[in-house]
C-alpha cells in the first residue's frame, strides 16, 4: 500500500507539470501542432482532476496506513504532514471552485482563487517533500519542471507586453449589450490579452483583433437600431445576396479594433467611460490554411464574428458568412469590415445551419465561433456531412 501510494504522489508531481504547460499562453506544443489554446484548455481540464485525484488517493491510502501502523499519532504533528494536509485539501477545494458556472458567471472569484489554491498546493507539495526526504529523493524535481514551465511562460508575457507599452484606448458605445473599443498605432493579429489599468489591473482578459485598420465611415450610427442605407439583413428563408458597400472612409490609420459584449466585471465598467488606459499581450494564436478547400463557410455569433473575420480575408475561393446576431446597431457598426463579402444576417433570429451546411456542393471549410450550442450543432452537422464528402471544420472559441 506504501508503494502504490508513493506512486499515486510521483503521477501527480507529474501531472502537475503537464497541467501548468497546457494551461500556458506560451506552451511550446502550440507551437509545434496546430491545435488550438481551446484544446489544450480541455486537456487541462481532465489532467488537473486526475491529478487531484491521485494526489487525494495517496493522502486517503497513507492515512489508512498510517492509522493502521499506530503511526498517526506520531506524525500528524511533523512539518511533513500538516504540509502534506494543505496542498491534498487546497487540490480539492479547487474541484468545486473551477466548475463551468464560476468559471462563467463568477471569473474574476474563479481566477483570484484558481491563483492561490495553485500556489498553496505547489506550496505545500515542495515542503511536504522537503521535510520528508530533506533532497534525497528527488521528488523535488518534478516541481523544478513545474516551476521552469510557469516562469518561461511568465516571462514571455512580459515581454511580449513591454512590446507594445502602455495604450490609449477610445470606447464607443454600440447599444446597451456591445462596445467598440479602437487602439491606434499598436497592431497585433489574432487575439490579445488586454489589462485594463482603471481597475484590477493584474487580469487579463481575451479579445479577437477584429480589424488592424481603423475606419470611421459616413455611413457609421453608433448605437443606432436603425440600419443605414445600403445594409441589408436578409432573412434566413431568402436567397444569399452580397451586401451594398458603404461609403468611403473617412479616416484609416493602423491600429486594432475590438467588438466586445459588456458582462459583469471589467467589461462592463467601460460603459461609463470614453478613454483607458491599457496594456497590451499578444499577438497570440494562428489561423489554419484553408486554401485548398475551394469554398469557405463562416458562421458566427455575436461578436464571435471576430474570429472569423481573418479567414475571411485570407481565403481567395468562394467566401460565404453566416451571421447570427441579437443587435441591428453591432451589424450596422461593424457594416465597414463585414461589407465584401457574400452574407446572411439574422437580427434575432437562429440560424437554420443544417440548410446551410448540407446545401453546399463540393470541397469546402466551415469556421464556426460563438455560443456553444451553435458550435455543438455545426459540428454535428459537419461529422455527419464527412461521411459522404470533403469538408473541414475549424472551431474559433477561447475557453476556461
Known amino acids: 500500500m506504501g508503494n502504490l501510494s508513493n506512486r499515486l504522489g510521483i503521477l501527480s508531481f507529474v501531472n502537475f507539470g503537464v497541467l501548468v504547460l497546457f494551461s500556458s499562453r506560451n506552451n511550446v506544443l502550440l507551437w509545434v501542432t496546430d491545435w488550438q489554446y481551446s484544446t489544450f484548455i480541455l486537456l487541462h481540464h481532465w489532467v488537473g482532476r486526475l491529478a487531484i485525484l491521485e494526489a487525494i488517493l495517496h493522502s486517503l491510502i497513507f492515512l489508512r496506513d498510517w492509522i493502521v501502523t499506530n503511526k498517526l499519532a506520531k506524525d500528524q504533528n511533523l512539518p511533513y504532514w500538516w504540509w502534506g494536509c494543505i496542498g491534498t485539501i487546497t487540490a480539492f477545494l479547487l474541484l468545486p471552485l473551477s466548475i463551468p458556472v464560476v468559471r462563467l458567471n463568477r471569473y474574476e472569484l474563479f481566477l483570484a482563487t484558481h491563483i492561490v489554491l495553485s500556489i498553496l498546493i505547489f506550496l505545500g507539495s515542495w515542503y511536504h517533500i522537503y521535510f520528508k526526504y530533506m533532497h534525497q529523493s528527488g521528488y523535488e524535481t518534478w516541481l523544478y519542471i513545474v516551476f521552469a514551465i510557469w516562469g518561461f511562460d511568465r516571462l514571455v508575457r512580459l515581454l511580449r507586453l513591454l512590446r507594445h507599452g502602455i495604450c490609449t484606448a477610445t470606447i464607443t458605445v454600440i447599444d446597451k449589450d456591445y462596445i467598440r473599443l479602437d487602439i491606434k498605432a499598436t497592431v497585433a493579429t489574432g487575439h490579445v490579452y488586454l489589462y485594463f489599468l482603471n481597475s484590477r489591473f493584474w487580469e487579463s482578459h481575451p479579445f479577437s483583433v477584429a480589424s488592424t485598420i481603423i475606419q470611421n465611415t459616413k455611413s ?35 491600429g486594432m479594433v475590438f467588438y466586445m459584449r459588456t458582462l459583469n466585471g471589467a467589461t462592463k465598467a467601460l460603459r461609463a467611460r470614453c478613454h483607458i488606459q491599457l496594456l497590451v499581450e499578444g499577438s497570440y494564436g494562428h489561423h489554419e490554411d484553408l486554401s485548398e478547400y475551394p469554398t469557405l463557410i463562416c458562421i458566427a455569433g455575436g461578436v464571435g464574428i471576430t474570429a472569423c473575420l481573418p479567414y475571411l480575408r485570407a481565403h481567395c475561393g468562394s467566401r460565404y458568412l453566416y451571421w447570427g446576431t441579437r443587435s441591428q446597431a453591432l451589424a450596422t457598426s461593424m457594416q465597414p469590415l463585414t461589407h465584401l463579402y457574400e452574407m446572411e444576417i439574422a437580427v434575432g433570429r437562429r440560424l437554420d445551419l443544417a440548410s446551410i451546411l448540407e446545401g453546399q456542393g463540393g470541397d469546402f471549410a466551415v469556421v464556426v465561433s460563438g455560443p456553444a450550442s451553435m458550435v455543438d450543432e455545426t459540428r454535428q452537422i459537419v461529422s455527419m456531412l464527412a461521411r459522404r464528402k470533403r469538408v473541414k471544420l475549424v472551431v474559433e472559441s477561447f475557453s476556461w
Do not use: F, I, W
Open 220 to 254: 457609421e450610427s453608433m448605437g443606432s437600431d436603425t440600419p443605414p442605407e445600403g445594409l441589408q439583413t436578409e432573412s434566413l428563408n431568402n436567397k444569399m445576396e452580397p451586401t451594398v458597400t458603404s461609403q468611403p472612409a473617412e479616416v484609416a490609420e493602423p
